[in-house]
């Protein structure tokens, strides 16, 4: 199957996922709480970003914009969202309009990132889900970089490519199920059964194709693009669950129950050009 038909599947996918979400029926996205004027960055994000002090920001991967519009109330100045999904962007433009943030948003490759948005930023973000769609790391840190001014810094926030590796099993135990890495040219067919956002409507595009990266594949890409990685982290958090074991606090946070074996969860980079 040529990559051009995985990478349609996948919009697909999301182009449907971006009108459920949305219309946020579960409230797993609390875009009444943004338009009410909250800040829905999570304590990870906020934290690996500090205050933006008007800095300009990239959001990649952007999805329906919740997250770069937070980045306004994070502090950042002139804010920028870029996904592939046309039914993300539309929604995107549309939550900018009702709360009146001054954002741009882009539909298109990351790849194209560079070319699309057409200047450079003082930081560019990612965060959450993000990597398991790029099926050419080096492509995706040279264009990473080549959005960045000099002496900008990339802020990488997603699940920790040992999670990646995670599925529950029938009884909702988690287990090692998937490969700590995959070829280019042979990715994971995923059908998409359960929505994260805990929606029980059934998806029409439920076919998908990721592709597992390693830890140093992800700082070796990065490293190869001229980015100076200054900072690591690894937490046992989430953005979303895994099984039927994980509980989400009230920094809405998902984590491993008490006593389980402890796991990296989340992943962190910090890295400047």
Not at 242 to 252: E, Y
Request: glycine share 10%; with cysteine; charged share 20%.
């Amino acid at each position: 199957m040529p990559l051009a038909s995985h990478l349609a599947a996948n919009r697909a996918n999301w182009d449907e996922r971006a009108d459920l979400h949305f219309a946020d029926e579960t409230g797993f996205y609390r875009i009444a709480e943004l338009l009410a004027g909250a800040n829905l960055l999570l304590p990870i994000e906020r934290e690996e970003l500090g205050d933006l002090d008007g800095r300009s920001v990239a959001h990649l991967q952007c999805h329906i914009g919740t997250d770069t519009l937070s980045l306004r109330r994070q502090g950042a100045g002139v804010i920028a969202g870029l996904d592939f999904s046309g039914r993300a962007i539309a929604h995107a433009r549309e939550l900018a309009r009702r709360t009146g943030i001054d954002a741009r948003f882009e539909q298109g490759a990351v790849y194209d990132a560079p070319q699309i948005l057409g200047t450079r930023y003082d930081r560019v973000f990612t965060s959450w889900g993000t990597l398991v769609w790029m099926d050419d790391l080096e492509r995706w840190a040279r264009a990473v970089a080549g959005l960045l001014k000099p002496g900008g810094v990339f802020h990488y926030v997603d699940c920790h490519p040992t999670a990646w590796m995670l599925a529950p099993d029938a009884d909702g135990n988690l287990k090692l199920a998937f490969d700590y890495e995959t070829a280019a040219d042979r990715p994971l067919p995923v059908e998409v059964v359960a929505n994260y956002n805990l929606s029980k409507r059934p998806l029409a595009n439920r076919q998908t194709y990721e592709w597992s990266h390693s830890l140093s594949s992800i700082l070796n890409a990065l490293i190869g693009a001229g980015l100076t990685i200054e900072h690591i982290g690894e937490h046992e958090a989430l953005q979303w669950g895994i099984g039927d074991g994980m509980t989400q606090g009230s920094d809405h946070l998902w984590r491993l129950p008490p006593g389980h074996v402890r796991v990296p969860l989340a992943l962190t980079i910090r890295a400047r050009k």
